[in-house]
Structures are given as C-alpha cells and as structure tokens.
C-alpha cells in the first residue's frame, strides 16, 4: 500500500498514478515530445541531460536515474555526471553547456533571485534566445515532474514498463535514438498513453 495515496500498490508506478489519475496525462505527456524531442536548437541529449541535472538539484531520485539513463542512450558520456550536480564549473560537461545548466540550476534553488546577468552569461557562450527559452521550458517541466513523483511516493526505477505492462520495468535506455539528427528523434512518451492503457476520463 503507497503511503501518500493507499489506493496504489506498493510501490507504486508512474503508470499506476496516472492510471488513477488520468486527465492531465495526455497533454502532459504531449508536452514532454514537443519540449524533448521537437527540433530545438539544444541536442535531445542536451534537453534530457538539463531533465537529468534539475532533477538532481532536486534530489529526485527517479527522476534524475531515468532521465540520465536517456541521456546517455543520446550520447552523453557517463562522467559527465560524475559531480555534476554539486559542481558545473568543475564536471567535465562541455563548456558552452555550463552557463545554460548554471542558469536551470539557479532558477531551480533560487527562481526570484534570476537577473539579466544570468541570462547574458548564456548568450555569450553563444546560445540564441530560443535555446535559452527551451532550457527554461525543460527546467520548469522538471521541477513540475519531480514534485509530481515526490508527492505522489514514486521510487528510482526505469522510466517505461515493458510492452506488456507486466513484470519489471524495461531499461529506460529504450527512449534512445531513432534519428540522424541530434536536435530531434521521435516522439517517445505520447505513447505511454496507450502502452500503459490511460484512458482519458472526461
């Protein structure tokens, strides 16, 4: 039995919540392939990798273990990770990435105190208005997303269930790939509408 909502099995799934909570799943999951996989002038790693990263601030466990997992199956070397959270200026994440993470980082800990400085620090690392308004997109997504799995008791594990929505969850690394471009790949979680049978009650 979860602890935040009885009705759920324990522990319980993403499935399981929005299976008992449907309306919203849709257009949330909607927004998650415009945002994540649409083109964007950031890399589908460099969105999941900013997923990943909020998260972490966070300390949203789940989160952060699936959404790094689909970094990775996207490209991102598994040392970037290493510290990354406590320390950008010193993680081996690419330069032009440190202003962009920095800027989701402070907006994350501390969203009153963003200023034009901020915002300048990404520009002159030669980032356009619209990458930084994608990773502002992301980075509020996630802190909604971490809330969403805080609150309603969900533990780290893989982002999808198997086809068959029965035994354990497949790797979330299924989420990677399906594209020669970098800045776009297939929607990938509009489906889980359908994989985990959500039924939109109206």
């Known amino acids: 039995m979860a602890d935040q909502f009885p009705s759920l099995p ?3 799934t993403m499935a399981d919540v929005f299976r008992a909570f449907p309306h919203t799943f849709r257009p949330l999951v909607e927004y998650h392939d415009r945002l994540l996989r649409d083109d964007s002038p950031l890399t589908v790693a460099q969105r999941e990798l900013i997923a990943a990263y909020v998260s972490g601030v966070n300390s949203c466990a789940f989160c952060y273990g699936a959404h790094s997992a ?42 009153s105190q963003m200023t034009a400085a901020d915002a300048k620090a990404v520009y002159d690392a030669g980032w356009s208005e619209q990458a930084l308004f994608d990773a502002i997109s992301v980075c509020a997504l996630f802190n909604f997303m971490n809330r969403i799995v805080e609150g309603t008791g969900l533990k780290p594990m893989a982002l999808v269930p ?35 049978g959500i039924a939109d009650k109206t």
């Open 162 to 196: 198997p086809a068959d929505q029965g035994g354990s969850p497949r790797p979330a690394s299924g989420l990677g790939g399906g594209s020669s471009d970098a800045h776009q790949a297939p929607h990938q979680y509009t489906p889980l509408i359908e994989m985990w």
């Open 70 to 111: 689909v970094a990775r199956a996207f490209g991102v070397e598994e040392e970037v990770f290493q510290n990354l959270v406590a320390d950008v200026d010193h993680s081996t994440v690419e330069d032009k990435m440190k202003p962009l993470l920095k800027y989701v980082g402070k907006l994350t800990r501390t969203p």
């Open 10 to 12: 324990e522990p319980p």
